[in-house]
């Protein structure tokens, strides 16, 4: 199997910076795109930032020029940098992987379990 470990969040003030780490782990034999998303309470799940495995990157719009996707291909690790945060990012955010497993000929979607980032002073 392929885990996906989110970690980072927590309470900031507006303004504040956070960074959220997603670590993969298991029988991975390669990992396409990262990405993360967020999810706000009654609000469906939204993309937030993507990477690819060659560093490309697309953010929407909402976070650009504010957030920062980032991985370490070596480590099958990718951050999100979250600076001048604002009430309206607050969201649980998940990480998601595209991922192909040792012996397997398909890519499929892996997700953390979700970390909580909440904006307020």
């Known amino acids: 199997q392929v885990q996906l470990v989110e970690s980072g969040g927590g309470l900031v003030q507006p303004g504040g910076s956070l960074r959220l780490s997603c670590a993969a782990s298991g029988s991975i034999f390669s990992i396409n795109a990262m990405g993360w998303y967020r999810q706000a309470p009654g609000k469906q799940r939204e993309l937030v930032a993507r990477i690819t495995s060659g560093g490309s990157t697309n953010y929407v719009d909402s976070v650009k020029g504010r957030f920062t996707i980032s991985r370490d291909n070596a480590k099958n690790t990718a951050y999100l940098q979250m600076n001048s945060l604002k009430p309206e990012d607050t969201a649980v955010y998940y990480c998601?992987?595209?991922?192909?497993?040792?012996?397997?000929?398909?890519?499929?979607?892996?997700w953390g379990q979700g970390t909580q980032v909440t904006v307020s002073s």
């Open positions: 998601k992987a595209v991922a192909k497993r040792w012996y397997s000929s398909s890519w499929r979607d892996y």
